[in-house]
């Protein structure tokens, strides 16, 4: 939200006529927010690099990592590999009848 009023703002002062030759900054919460956000998107990077490099240690692969990290950051949960070949996993709770043996013992 605070993002949101910040950039409206900085839209009506660039704005002809709107408070020519004057340049904000930000202060306050809005400096504090900016930092905010620059420091998690630095930590979420790292943290995810962390994990790659983790899962290509105990994988012994590059790509198998990567594959499985999708899935994690997939809305449907869907491996890389799914999304790359359009498989479709359809859960559906008729089950078709097991057969019956030939003989019985």
């Not at 990290?69 to 709770?93: E, M, P, Q």
Request: aromatic share 10%; proline share 4%.
């Amino acid at each position: 939200m605070l993002g949101d009023v910040a950039k409206k703002i900085d839209a009506w002062v660039k704005e002809p006529g709107n408070l020519d030759g004057v340049a904000l900054k930000a202060n306050g919460d809005s400096q504090f927010f900016a930092e905010t956000m620059a420091s998690m998107g630095m930590a979420i990077g790292t943290s995810f690099m962390l994990v790659y490099v983790l899962l290509v240690v105990l994988y012994g692969s590059f790509l198998t990592p990567f594959v499985v990290l999708v899935g994690l950051f997939n809305s449907r949960r869907r491996l890389l590999h799914d999304i790359v070949l359009g498989t479709v996993v359809i859960n559906n709770s008729v089950r078709s009848p097991v057969g019956q043996p030939a003989r019985t013992f």
